[in-house]
C-alpha cells in the first residue's frame, strides 16, 4: 500500500516528567490547576506567590521544561504556555507506628507522578491565524 508521509509539524512542545514526588496527588491537583493554560511567565509569579509547600517541586518542573524547550528545540521562553499538566498517583509507602496497648497506627505516605508540556504558541499564531477578532458592535 502507498500511502503518502503526513509532513509532521515543527517541533513546538517541551515536557518535564516529575516521577515519585512527595505530595499527595490532590494536593498537587489544586495547585496544576491554577496554571493549566497559563503563560510560562506568569506561572513563575503565580508559583512563587502560592502560600502551599507544593509549589516548589511544580515550580521546578516548569522551569526544567522550560529549559528543555529552549536549549533542545531553540524555542523562546516568551512565548511558552502550559498546554498539559496532569498529576497521577504513584506508589505508596506504609509505616506502622506503635501505638497504646499494643496497638499500631498505620502511616501512608503518597507519592504523585507530575507532567508538564509546554506549547511555543508563536508558531500557531504565525500560520493559523490564531488571535481571534474582535466582533464589531455598532
Do not use: W
Amino acid at each position: 500500500m502507498n500511502r503518502k508521509k503526513q509532513a509532521s509539524p515543527p517541533y513546538t512542545r517541551a515536557y518535564a516528567f516529575g516521577d515519585n514526588i512527595r505530595m499527595s496527588a490532590d494536593k498537587a491537583r489544586r495547585i496544576i490547576d491554577q496554571i493549566r493554560g497559563r503563560s510560562y511567565e506568569e506561572t513563575l509569579m503565580i508559583l512563587e506567590l502560592m502560600p502551599y509547600r507544593g509549589c516548589y517541586p511544580i515550580f521546578q518542573l516548569v522551569y526544567s521544561a522550560a529549559a528543555n524547550a529552549s536549549h533542545n528545540q531553540g524555542l523562546d521562553k516568551k512565548n511558552l504556555v502550559i498546554t498539559q499538566a496532569e498529576v497521577n498517583e504513584s506508589t505508596t509507602s506504609k509505616k506502622f507506628k506503635p501505638r497504646a496497648q499494643g496497638r499500631s497506627y498505620s502511616i501512608k505516605r503518597r507519592t504523585c507522578n507530575i507532567t508538564i508540556v509546554l506549547t511555543d504558541v508563536s508558531l500557531f499564531k504565525e500560520s493559523t491565524g490564531f488571535i481571534k477578532k474582535k466582533p464589531d458592535r455598532e
